[in-house]
T-cell receptor
Framework: DAGVTQSPTHLIKTRGQQVTLRCSPK?????VSWYQQALGQGPQFIFQ???????QRGNFPDRFSGHQFPNYSSELNVNALLLGDSALYLC????????????FGSGTQLSVL | AQSVTQLGSHVSVSEGALVLLRCNYS??????LFWYVQYPNQGLQLLLK??????LVKGINGFEAEFKKSETSFHLTKPSAHMSDAAEYFC??????????FGKGTRLSVIA
């Protein structure tokens, strides 16, 4: 079992650019959640996808958008990057929209210059 | 709204000593509580969780935590620290379906 896999592991962008991060959930999981972890902070919830729809959303601007594919994998898109978007982006998957069996990937480290 | 406060951003213990990491929560509904560990350059790994069953919860790697409603606390303990326990620890609160709300984390250092 490969667990939750994220790509790429590291990414460097400049302000104003757009970025796409990818996540493949753990086998048997159909729900994907995205979290942003700034340096020295705990993870903050961005949004959750289930049945290819955004089900819950945290306090993030519309520049942050996502998608879930029929195979349950997911993408996180961030437009018009700001320096403050530099963070570790974590993907978590679960069987259904429950927190009891949430598995996290190793994350994508995004640096915005 | 739910929130978590982790007391102490950095805790240092000697190898073999007791580990105590403090977490207080705020929740308007019966909470689910979690402790996660994060090693450098890695994601989060679930140590243990409280989901309204037994108040003393045992997790992996010898860690345990006790839910105390009267004190709104969920402190993490381990009787004897190992060097491999050095990591960042996060407490989180939720109910069954709302997103996890994390604390700012506590960095545990273990001194030989």
């Amino acid at each position: 079992d490969a667990g939750v896999t994220q790509s790429p592991t590291h990414l460097i962008k400049t302000r104003g650019q757009q970025v796409t991060l990818r996540c493949s959930p753990k086998s048997g999981h159909d729900t994907v959640s995205w979290y942003q972890q700034a340096l020295g902070q705990g993870p903050q919830f961005i949004f959750q996808y289930y049945e290819e729809e955004e089900r819950q959303r945290g306090n993030f601007p519309d520049r942050f958008s996502g998608h879930q594919f029929p195979n349950y994998s997911s993408e996180l898109n961030v437009n018009a990057l700001l320096l403050g978007d530099s963070a570790l982006y974590l993907c978590a998957s679960s069987p259904g929209a429950t927190n009891e069996k949430l598995f996290f990937g190793s994350g994508t480290q995004l640096s915005v210059l | 709204a739910q929130s978590v406060t982790q007391l102490g951003s950095h805790v240092s213990v000697s190898e073999g000593a007791l580990v105590l990491l403090r977490c207080n929560y705020s929740s308007s509904v019966p909470p689910y509580l979690f402790w996660y560990v994060q090693y450098p350059n890695q994601g989060l790994q679930l140590l243990l969780k409280y989901t309204s069953a037994a108040t003393l919860v045992k997790g992996i790697n010898g860690f345990e935590a006790e839910f105390k409603k009267s004190e709104t606390s969920f402190h993490l303990t381990k009787p004897s620290a190992h060097m491999s326990d050095a990591a960042e620890y996060f407490c989180a609160v939720s109910d069954r379906r709302t997103p996890l709300v994390f604390g700012k984390g506590t960095r545990l250092s273990v001194i030989a």
